[in-house]
């Protein structure tokens, strides 16, 4: 079992920067791939980005290439997610996940994950 729990969520001005974070706790030695995903009201949980938890590899969904930066600390079991220049539709409860079966491959489908943290809501105002 691997336990997630997120922090770092606000309301913030478009323009503004705000950091996630998520802690991993458990059989933490499991995991491959960390992920950051949201879904905002009415919509489908949808990628952000993710991190290969050993080599560090990183993926960006489109939307928020060149915003967003997805960094980790394996000492800490730690997982970051940093937000510059946020819009009004990055307005969403952001979750992070765990994948410890699919590989690096599988990381932008939510199906590939295993465990997921209870999510944190970011609000950007316009």
């Known amino acids: 079992q691997v336990q997630l729990v997120e922090s770092g969520g606000g309301l913030v001005q478009a323009g503004n920067s705000l950091r996630l974070s998520c802690v991993a706790s458990g059989r933490t030695f499991s995991i491959l791939v960390m992920g950051w995903f949201r879904q905002a009201p009415g919509q489908e949980r949808e990628f952000v980005t993710a991190i290969n938890w050993s080599g560090g590899s990183t993926s960006y969904a489109d939307s928020v290439k060149g915003r967003f930066t997805i960094s980790r600390d394996n000492a800490k079991n730690t997982v970051y997610l940093q937000m510059n220049s946020l819009k009004p539709e990055d307005t969403a409860v952001y979750y992070c996940?765990?994948?410890?079966?699919?590989?690096?491959?599988?990381?932008?489908?939510?199906?590939?994950?295993?465990?997921w943290g209870q999510g944190t809501q970011v609000t950007v105002s316009s």
């Open positions: 996940a765990a994948d410890i079966r699919s590989g690096y491959s599988g990381r932008r489908y939510p199906i590939s994950y295993d465990y």
